[in-house]
């Protein structure tokens, strides 16, 4: 039978039980629903895939939402992209190719804003 003290809180769990990382005060809001699955979006951008590549593959393999735009865009992406410039805020990754929405992928410049799709480099 365990000992209970009236000092501890009995509602705490057990230390060895491994603690869930807690969300940072620093993570914008349009962030937290990307959180769980970080590490999925790391390994497909270290494999080389595009944001849609990204965003197609969170709708069929984690549950997010495949509704899209008018366009075809997936309501997602803007979402994902604000992730992304998180993450690149924080050193993370960094935007290398951008397609402008004619499907030819050409070196990110400063000066680009619209974007169709983008590619990013693991640091």
């Known amino acids: ?22 969300q940072t005060e620093k993570v914008p809001r ?3 629903k990307f959180l769980h699955v970080d590490e999925d979006i790391m ?13 197609k593959w969170l709708i069929e393999n984690r549950g997010f939402d495949a509704s899209t735009y008018s366009q075809g865009t997936y309501k997602i992406y803007p979402a994902l992209m604000q992730h992304l410039k998180f993450l690149e805020k924080e050193k993370y990754i960094r935007l290398v190719e951008v397609d402008r929405g004619n499907g ?6 400063d000066e680009i804003s619209r974007l169709a799709d983008a590619k990013y480099e693991v640091i």
């Open 43 to 55: 390994m497909l951008l270290k494999d080389g895939k595009t944001v849609v590549e990204v965003c």
């Open 1 to 22: 039978m365990e000992q209970l003290s009236l000092f501890e809180d009995p509602s705490e769990e057990n230390d060895h039980k491994e603690e869930k990382p807690k």
């Open 104 to 109: 030819v992928f050409e070196p990110y410049k």
């Open 30 to 32: 349009s962030s937290a």
